[in-house]
């Protein structure tokens, strides 16, 4: 099942995201996802999450340069949340049927060549209430990732190593 389309607009990739069935909801339901990209907001953005590493990292200013390099340089964020229902079984299944979302929109950005990280720690700041709050507080959403976008510097990712994958084998357990 398609579950997510992108469209391009003035060079920016935009995501629309048709929730995955979950149970006991089956139609499509596009997600709404607060998209920043280059301009004030993402000035205010940058500014959070100065704030943040300031105050988590007072005596790591090399750590703060390189990880507000990460924001400075990215072209788009998206903010991607989930419904939060009014039992946690719900809650949870939201929170699962949106991962399969963000994962579907992982595999698009990959067809695109769009480099493509998904940032709950850090500068993703999804774990901090200012990013609530700078989402504009929304009740009954909770935010399940900052999805940081853009194009990868192409001698970066010729210079990059193969990545090491552990064999499915060693993460399966037949019972
Ligand atoms: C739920 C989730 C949260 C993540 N949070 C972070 C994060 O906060 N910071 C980070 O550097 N990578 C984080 N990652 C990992 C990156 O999204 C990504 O997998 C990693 O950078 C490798 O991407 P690549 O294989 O495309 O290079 C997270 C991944 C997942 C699934």
Redesign the pocket.
């Known amino acids: 099942m398609v579950t997510s389309i992108i469209y391009r607009n003035q060079g920016v990739a935009i995501f629309l995201l048709i929730k995955p069935s979950n149970i006991g909801f089956n139609s499509l339901f596009l997600y709404k996802v607060l998209t920043i990209r280059q301009g004030e907001a993402k000035e205010r953005y940058e500014e959070l999450a100065l704030a943040y590493l300031q105050e988590r990292f007072p005596t790591k200013p090399h750590l703060i340069e390189s990880s507000i390099k990460v924001v400075t340089n990215t072209p788009v964020m998206i903010a991607v949340t989930s419904d939060i229902a009014s039992n946690e079984a719900d809650s949870k299944d939201n929170e699962y049927a949106v991962?399969c979302a963000i994962h579907s929109m992982w595999l698009a950005a990959q067809e695109l060549d769009l480099?493509?990280?998904?940032?709950?720690?850090?500068v993703?700041l999804?774990h901090d209430q200012r990013l609530h709050d700078f989402i504009g507080a929304p009740e009954g959403k909770k935010t399940v990732?900052m999805i940081f976008l853009g194009y990868p510097d192409a001698k970066e990712l010729e210079e990059a190593k193969p990545?090491k994958r552990t064999p499915f084998v060693e993460k399966t357990v037949w019972l």
């Open positions: 991962c480099g493509f990280v998904w940032r709950t720690r850090g993703g999804v990732g990545k």
